[in-house]
DNA sequence: CTTGTAGTGTTATAATATTACACATATAGG
DNA sequence: CCTATATGTGTAATATTATAACACTACAAG
């Protein structure tokens, strides 16, 4: 299993989250529209997160909208289906590693590179949902992001 | 072990974490200045997390001083000197529940009464190290937060 | 066709955070 | 004590992130 920060072919994660994306919108009946389209392609484009404004930066040199609300909306459509995530550390927008498959996703940042890499955990079944159970919380929502150094950037601190 | 939600006699919370503070900070040389310690004082108020800008304005009445880099900069020693919390999700701030304890806080968030309780948890011990020493990731910090509903809000809605 | 739902375009503004620079205070070393 | 340096404060300006509001468009269901 890959754990993420090894090179890898990267055209396929982006064929294959389009591919995914495309099938769950036409099987759920959700518009999956030119400027959301584009939008999830912008942030397939390289693992890191995207702040809105460079997203809308993109956009408005394609002609696509120069204002706000239009990739807010549409990184509310990408979230809100799972095919996008916000990382919340930085206000920044990552697309989802894990597409079509309901997760708690963890994140690992690396403040070097700035790489992003996406795990999955079942909260319900690690240290948070016993503590969340015994506090009698019922959990909705988690956000798990660490930051810290990748192994290629710790390699390179080592030259 | 106290996991949070329930009655607590909140006048301890408040001056246990103020004579944490004077203590750590006349050991480690640091000064514990006015404004410092009344933006403490206000996040211990209450087990919620408070924008910038909600300190700003009780300060601003008190007449410590009516912008912005005020706050923050008493925020930033805060928090970086583990008195206090940023809270990611909600771009706001909260008191620490464990200061002078070198700890990763884990944030449990309730949506609707918006209190909050931190617990701690040992990130390399747990899921988060086993998968980041899969990853050869190096952890320097951690951001983990539960957004959901405590028991006191799931009872009421009962009613 | 018409009516409702979802999406878009645009203006304006809100909320959060930082930079920069002048000035004040604290503390250590002589 | 005194002064040099580091640390903290005051303030104006600005950057960054996000939302509200409203008019308009497209499309699908009845």
């Known amino acids: 299993m890959s754990v993420g920060f090894e090179n890898h ?4 994660c982006i064929q294959d ?10 099987e759920n ?4 529209t030119k400027t959301r389209r584009r939008v999830l392609e912008i942030l397939l484009m390289q693992h890191k997160a995207l702040g809105a ?4 930066a993109h956009l408005s040199d394609e002609g696509l909208g120069a204002q706000p609300p239009v990739v807010y ?3 509310d459509f990408l979230v809100t289906n799972g095919f996008a995530h916000k990382i919340e550390k930085l206000n920044a927008y990552s697309a989802c590693s894990h597409p079509g498959i309901s997760h708690s996703p963890v994140f690992m940042i690396c403040r070097v590179c700035e790489n992003i890499v996406e795990t999955k955990t079942e909260p319900l079944h690690s240290f948070l949902g016993t503590t969340a159970e015994a506090a009698g919380f019922s959990i909705e929502d988690t956000v798990i992001e660490v930051e810290g150094v990748c192994p290629s950037c ?3 601190a080592q030259i």
Request: glycine share 4%; aromatic share 14%; net charge negative.
């Open 154 to 156: 710790q390699k390179s």
């Open 73 to 75: 909306r549409a990184l």
């Open 9 to 12: 072919d990267h055209t396929f």
């Open 53 to 56: 404004y460079d997203i809308l």
């Open 17 to 26: 989250a389009l591919e995914t994306a495309d099938t769950y919108c036409s």
């Open 29 to 32: 009946g959700l518009q999956f």
